[in-house]
């Protein structure tokens, strides 16, 4: 069937703020659907509040709603806008459960709205357990023995008949939010509490658990014909008991049965059918008995866009999220083209010859005191994806991509070797437990007993010894006498030079350059949906040790944009709608653009953003064979965050230019010292400070400066370790915790200013001119982190004085630090004196809020004048003030009951919100304020 002419406007409902749970993966899908509908000629509304996204930027939709996904919001739309249809499986569970309210509430009816992409009797089915269980009974599809219970005491007489464990998941909610598996009965009561609270209908689902069975997923579409396709099918690596956005993943299925998939993919569809008639996408979960019998009981299913479509689409290139909106407008899949190899149609079902992991990454380190086993309950704030021939080259390449001071898996020194602290861990996981696996393996402990407490499956318990077997091998020889055919095999399992170097004892340097005088070189293999059956046009690629190269480099200019790698707190998807903007500005300018990043969850590594796309880890040695690959003209470090602004100092050693700010002006501004000699040189105020090694330097350097204190390591995000110390006890045990997580880094110690309110400006310079994009004050007072503080745009009561001192310094360090490109700069205002805090020359996570407050592209200007092809000058700024934007924080710790909720100079927020006010009296506005008084009181 062609498409729906009757729908000529679709509104799509986002997903609001990052939370663990539900972060951009909707923004990829929701992004997608968009493009996808206006490339239809429909008109494309969006609601959504969160700022930080390119899903609320014009270049996405006709018309955007920076609004709170409410109910008065929608009404407000529909008053404003003739539309035909609501799509509301792009934006997770907050957008279907404000559709569900909206259709109570007969909203959709008094405008005549139609839900497309899936029915409310399918939403229902899924989100109330007793309906569920019994739907799949009808179609004789197994599920774990569970009841419903919706008060304290029916929840005890079902603990009372099933005995333990005991899984208990709340109705209506989204990462497993309430979620927990319980043991024993003196652990019940607290949990049975939480999920009845935490479930806004007070309803939970209570599981006879089957922990240790296997977990799997699968993706599926299903057009107005009722045919139905799997897209994917995604094995969890961790068994039944650690919640899927937890758990390290693999597709395809590594270890399930032929005849065992098939009856999943009958299953699946056979569910997706029974739960409601409708278009669109689905996400379906089962687990498998680990046992030659491989049973199969469902889960659970979505029948929306889920957390994992963002993955199954980058791992297949199958755009899901694009396809289920134009079947949700009445498309069938054989009318779609296969939008990889732009010849085949898209009724077909993806084939895969290479091997796709995700590890999620997590930031236990923001949450002092948390609970950091897994469990039920999702904890991770972001994940990484990484592809590779095989599953132990996909795991090493994930693993380099996390970020957390790990060369990959292994080889780096960093082993546990204590065995209780491993048996420990083995059998209550966290997110270590890949790493102790090997540990564990490598110091001897069988693979039965590691399967025994872990539950993981033996194949790829197996993988990982084959991986130390070959360690073990490699470390008989010296780079010297090294065969060629072993370095070669390391490579092709995924060993990254460094960690070969660690096993001979001698420099990565020396491994690259042994390697390339042996012709071991990487090569870029298209991913194409059909195992190169047919043709691929889409140039997306990832890397591996073979022979033929299917990435030709062409004769136009390019320019390489490094992504920032996983979400976390401190570095989220801010960055990635900036460098999405300069991807975007780059193409303007007609240069040819390379995109380089291994989060599967972003628009970044959406493969129609860039000319070409790379998914690869920020890792240093993929990003200089890319460079050695690409030739280009430089490389675009400022805008992804400080995952590529670490690697600036590399890129100048080998010579490869920084297109922008240099990186002696990136260094000049992280190094205190220098920096605060050029705020003297300039009679720039700065609170006093001094830079320290050790402990002892500390205390003496307190002295001199007076407490408190503010102390932070260098070269840190999202105010990382950063904290205000009040005596010189406080001072030398933080020093010394430091120095042990972070060794060889400077600490800096600056005089704190009490009571000062803290603002900050973004900017855009040239070298030489300077335009200011935007100033606002914070609601909190400095020593709370900017990233979880109220900020108000314009400053609210800053007087003419301090705002003209906030505009010259600005200026004054923008060009003192030969800034070209976007600056970052924060200011502690006391007693009418402006003193600087930091600066930072690059994007910061303040500038997608500005750019959605005033809408203008500022990325996209900032972009142009770092590649020369504009200066400050040239633009015709035009911002649209109206009223005040407030910056809401929004944070997650309804994940961790057990963590003390105090703010402070390090950032624990995971998103934000925008929120217009026409004037000061507003009550919203009215309310925050009082709060900084109170703060100011203490």
């Not at 404000?98 to 009816?109: F, N, Q, S």
Request: hydrophobic share 40%; glycine share 6%; proline share 4%.
């Amino acid at each position: 069937m062609p498409k729906d002419k009757s729908i000529k406007s679709v509104l799509i409902i986002g997903s609001g703020p990052i939370i663990i749970g539900q972060a951009c993966e909707f923004d990829y899908s929701g992004s997608q659907a968009s493009r996808s509908l206006k490339q239809e000629g429909i008109e494309v509304t969006l609601i959504n509040s969160n700022p930080a996204t390119i899903m609320t930027d014009k270049v996405t939709a006709d018309h955007i709603y920076l609004l709170p996904l409410t109910t008065q919001s929608i009404i407000k739309i529909l008053e404003e806008r003739k539309i035909d249809a609501v799509l509301p499986t792009m934006g997770g569970q907050t957008a279907l459960n404000l559709a569900m309210k909206c259709d109570e509430m007969g909203i959709w009816k008094k405008y005549n709205v139609r839900m497309i992409g899936v029915d409310i009797g399918a939403i229902e089915v899924t989100e109330d357990r007793d309906k569920f269980r019994a739907r799949m009974e009808e179609i004789g599809v197994g599920m774990a023995p569970s009841k419903i219970a919706r008060s304290f005491l029916e929840g005890k007489e079902v603990a009372q008949e099933f005995g333990f464990p005991l899984v208990i998941r709340p109705s209506f909610t989204l990462g497993g939010s309430g979620g927990a598996v319980v043991y024993s009965k003196e652990d019940f009561d607290n949990a049975l509490n939480r999920g009845l609270h935490t479930s806004p209908i007070h309803e939970v689902l209570i599981d006879k658990a089957v922990l240790g069975w296997k977990e799997y997923e699968l993706e599926l579409l299903r057009d107005s014909n009722d045919n139905v396709t799997i897209i994917c099918s995604i094995e969890n690596f961790d068994p039944m008991g650690v919640h899927t956005g937890d758990s390290i993943t693999v597709a395809p299925a590594m270890t399930l049965s032929d005849s065992t998939f098939q009856k999943m993919r009958t299953m699946a569809i056979k569910m997706m059918r029974a739960i409601g008639n409708f278009a669109g996408g689905c996400n379906v979960q089962f687990a498998v008995s680990p046992d030659d019998a491989e049973e199969i009981i469902a889960i659970e299913i979505n029948p929306r866009v889920s957390r994992s479509s963002a993955l199954a689409s980058k791992a297949t290139g199958y755009p899901i999220a694009k396809i289920a909106s134009k079947l949700a407008i009445g498309y069938n899949l054989d009318e779609l083209q296969n939008q990889i190899t732009q010849s085949t149609s898209a009724f077909f079902e993806p084939t895969l010859d290479y091997v796709i992991v995700k590890i999620p990454r997590w930031n236990f380190d923001k949450f002092k005191g948390a609970n950091r086993e897994l469990g039920f309950q999702m904890k991770s704030v972001g994940e990484v994806m990484a592809i590779g021939r095989s599953f132990q080259e996909a795991l090493q390449k994930a693993c380099q991509s996390l970020e957390i001071k790990r060369n990959g898996l292994g080889a780096d020194g960093r082993e546990v070797t204590n065995q209780a602290e491993l048996l420990k861990s083995l059998e209550k996981p966290s997110w270590n437990r890949l790493f102790h696996i090997y540990d564990a393996i490598k110091l001897g402990i069988s693979i039965k007993t590691i399967q025994k407490l872990t539950r993981i499956d033996p194949w790829f318990l197996h993988q990982i010894e084959e991986l130390i077997v070959l360690e073990r091998e490699i470390e008989k020889y010296t780079l010297a006498t090294l065969p060629k055919e072993l370095l070669y095999e390391a490579k092709q399992k995924g060993y990254a030079d460094r960690q070969i170097a660690h096993l001979l004892k001698c420099l990565e340097s020396e491994v690259y350059k042994k390697r390339t005088e042996m012709g071991i070189k990487r090569v870029y293999k298209l991913v194409d949906t059909c195992a190169a059956e047919f043709e691929a046009k889409t140039p997306y690629y990832y890397s591996t040790f073979e022979d033929e190269n299917e990435s030709i480099r062409s004769d136009k200019k390019k320019i390489i944009v490094l992504g920032s790698g996983p979400n976390r707190i401190g570095q989220g998807i801010e960055f990635d709608y900036s460098c999405v903007h300069g991807v975007l500005a780059a193409k303007e300018c007609g240069y040819e653009t390379i995109m380089i990043n291994c989060n599967p969850e972003t628009v970044s590594t959406d493969f129609n953003v860039a000319d070409k796309l790379y998914f690869e880890p920020v890792f240093w040695e993929h990003i200089y064979d890319i460079i050695q690959n690409e030739q280009p003209e430089g490389v675009i470090v400022q805008l992804g965050g400080q995952t590529a602004l670490k690697l600036a100092e590399k890129l100048e050693r080998y010579g490869i230019k920084i297109i922008g700010t240099d990186f002696k002006s990136l260094d000049l501004a992280e190094d205190r010292g220098s920096f605060s000699t050029l705020l003297k040189e300039n009679n720039i105020p700065y609170p006093k400070f001094g830079v320290i090694e050790d402990a002892e330097q500390a205390v003496e350097l307190s002295r001199e400066l007076g407490f408190p204190l503010l102390v932070r390591p260098s070269y840190v995000l999202g105010g990382q370790s950063m904290k205000i110390v009040i005596n010189e006890q406080e001072l030398e045990q933080h020093v010394v915790k430091i120095l042990q997580d972070i060794p060889e880094n400077k600490v800096l110690l600056d005089h704190f200013l009490e009571g000062a309110i803290e603002a900050e400006a973004d900017a855009i310079c040239d070298g030489k001119d300077v335009y200011i994009i935007g100033i606002m004050e914070h609601i909190e007072p400095a020593g709370i982190h900017s990233g979880d503080s109220y900020a108000v745009l314009p400053p609210f009561d800053l007087s003419e004085k301090v705002m003209k001192q906030i505009e010259e310094h600005t200026k004054k360090i923008a060009v003192a630090l030969k800034t070209v490109g976007l600056i970052n700069i924060q200011f502690a205002v006391k007693d009418e004196v402006v003193y600087i805090i930091e600066a930072n020359p690059r994007a910061s996570r303040t500038v997608p809020f500005i750019a959605k407050a005033y809408d203008e592209p500022y990325v996209n200007y900032a972009t142009k004048v770092m590649l020369g092809e504009k200066k400050v000058k040239d633009f015709k700024f035009n911002p649209k003030k109206k009223g005040y934007a407030i910056k809401i924080p929004v944070f997650s710790y309804e994940k961790f009951p057990e963590v003390q909720k105090e703010l402070g100079p390090e950032m624990k927020s995971t998103g934000e919100a925008i929120y217009f006010i026409d004037d000061l009296t507003d009550e919203y506005f009215h309310n925050i304020y009082s709060e900084r008084n109170l703060y100011l009181s203490k």
